[in-house]
């Protein structure tokens, strides 16, 4: 079972930030935050992961709250191209990392 | 280019037959993922090997069956074919913590007719 919670469809207008939320209350001390998008038609593809600090990329950034329990991907200016479902997901940053489950994720669409 | 290759990119059979679908992973990746993802739904992680073992089972009926070769490929081979088990097969390579991002190949789509 996936042990991230988010919303099932989020929407943007093209040109705006979204900020995409996830909640993993269960997380543990070694467990990283990890991002990947699916476009449609592709295999997925990763954005960017976390551990406790925030952190930005070309793509986007990932804001991590202090107590771990929720994180939010940040889109600084939606493009169409953004359209896809992100998947939020935990993955042990030890060497216990035996599987990579992925919940439904959230289907962002963006309006022009 | 995710640096993840997956053969065939589409495949067509008939019920009952016995497909492999083949993964190479980026160079240095010891870790292979499969997932299947039927048409609208989620990725269902099938299984995980490591360095030529297995490390992890997930929803993988036994009718399918992986394995990974000493030169890190990985194969999936799914038999006794059914309707219901067309999807798109994904795989994905990793270093093994998670600590660093997986990065996955662009699929297999698999019609069984």
């Known amino acids: 079972d996936a042990k991230t919670t988010q919303p099932n469809s989020m929407e943007s207008n093209e040109e705006e930030p979204v900020h995409l939320p996830c909640n993993h209350s269960?997380?543990?001390?070694?467990?990283?935050i990890h991002w990947y998008r699916q476009l449609p038609s592709q295999g997925p593809e990763y954005v960017i992961h976390g551990l406790t600090s925030n952190v930005n990329n070309r793509m986007a950034s990932l804001a991590i709250a202090e107590d771990r329990k929720s994180s939010t991907l940040i889109l600084h200016r939606a493009t169409l191209r953004d359209a896809a479902v992100y998947y939020c997901i935990l993955r042990d940053g030890g060497y216990n990392n035996n599987d990579m489950r992925f919940g439904a994720g959230t289907r962002l669409t963006v309006k022009p | 280019d995710s640096g993840v290759t997956q053969t065939p990119k589409h495949l067509i059979t008939a019920t009952g037959q016995r497909v492999t679908l083949r993964c190479s992973p980026r160079?240095?990746?010891?870790?292979v993922y499969w997932y299947q993802q039927s048409l609208d739904q989620g990725l269902q992680f099938l299984i995980h090997?490591?360095?030529?073992?297995?490390?992890a089972k997930g929803n993988i009926l036994e009718r399918f069956s992986a394995q990974q070769f000493p030169d890190l490929h990985s194969e999936l081979n799914l038999s006794s074919l059914e309707l219901g088990d067309s999807a798109l097969y994904f795989c994905a390579s990793s270093v093994e913590t998670g600590a660093n991002e997986a990065f996955f190949g662009q699929g297999t789509r698999l019609t069984v007719v």
């Open positions: 269960t997380i543990s001390g070694t467990d990283y």
């Open positions: 090997y490591y360095n030529g073992e297995e490390r």
């Open positions: 160079s240095g990746d010891l870790s």
